[in-house]
């Protein structure tokens, strides 16, 4: 059962243009959403988040928007360039029994060309 | 520097043979996380601990064992009884309170098992 999906597993864009990153998930439950960027052979890297009380959150060129009746969220840079080229994970977080957990995507390989 | 480091970077094991891999971190944080990771998948999460000796299955526990003896350790065993342990593990922490939701991540061990 895969609650959070990812359906893209990869995206090339040109450098300077926008990157958008999709997300989809099935569980009401979740009430925090985070992105992860990670580079070959290294752990994830915190990007941004979103709390699912807002549809929209902005940090620099990185911009998170959720649709929670749609259960999609979206991750958009902008303008791209090429230090973004990674793989692109979201993450869903939810309480079980007092303890965070956080479920994750297949990941999105963004390439940005130049 | 406050982080989270992971050992060694490369393990190479024989079948049949247990392993453990090492997570420690000087963060402070009180909960601690082991994820797998494998190719074109997202992260899995393997087992959790929210404080010193108690730790709680994650989603794929079988065929691993783990100890949180100290707040900055949480070694992972994996076992001969995991099928398919090649792949990318990765550690991550968290600090405990409400509202905050990011996990951080170590730079992961990838294991062969042959």
């Known amino acids: 059962d895969q609650q959070v999906k990812q359906n893209s597993p990869s995206l090339s864009v040109q450098e300077g243009r926008i990157s958008i990153l999709n997300c989809d998930y099935t569980?009401?439950?979740?009430?925090?959403f985070l992105w992860y960027k990670k580079y070959p052979a290294e752990g994830p890297t915190f990007l941004i988040s979103?709390?699912?009380?807002?549809d929209k959150n902005e940090d620099g060129r990185f911009t998170v928007f959720l649709n929670k009746s749609a259960k999609h969220l979206s991750l958009h840079i902008v303008p791209s360039q090429p230090g973004d080229s990674a793989v692109y994970f979201c993450?869903?977080?939810?309480?079980?029994?007092?303890?965070?957990?956080?479920?994750f995507g297949q990941g999105t390989r963004l390439t940005i060309n130049p | 520097d406050g982080g989270i480091t992971q050992s060694p970077k490369y393990l190479f094991r024989k079948e049949g043979q247990n392993v453990t891999l090492s997570c420690e971190q000087n963060?402070?944080?009180?909960?601690m996380y082991w994820y797998r990771q494998d190719p074109g998948q997202g992260l899995r999460l393997i087992y959790y601990?929210?404080?010193?000796?108690?730790?709680q299955k994650g989603d794929i526990a079988e065929g691993y064992s783990v100890s949180r003896e100290k707040k900055e350790s949480f070694p992972l065993t994996v076992t001969s009884a995991q099928k398919n342990p090649t792949a990318f593990y990765l550690c991550?922490?968290?600090?405990?309170?409400?509202?905050?939701?990011?996990?951080?991540f170590g730079p992961g061990t990838r294991l062969t098992v042959t």
């Open positions: 569980n009401s439950m979740f009430d925090y």
């Open positions: 963060l402070n944080h009180d909960a």
């Open positions: 993450a869903a977080s939810k309480i079980i029994q007092g303890a965070q957990k956080l479920v």
């Open positions: 979103i709390s699912s009380i807002k």
């Open positions: 601990s929210q404080i010193v000796n108690d730790f």
């Open positions: 991550a922490s968290k600090i405990s309170g409400t509202g905050l939701y990011e996990q951080y």
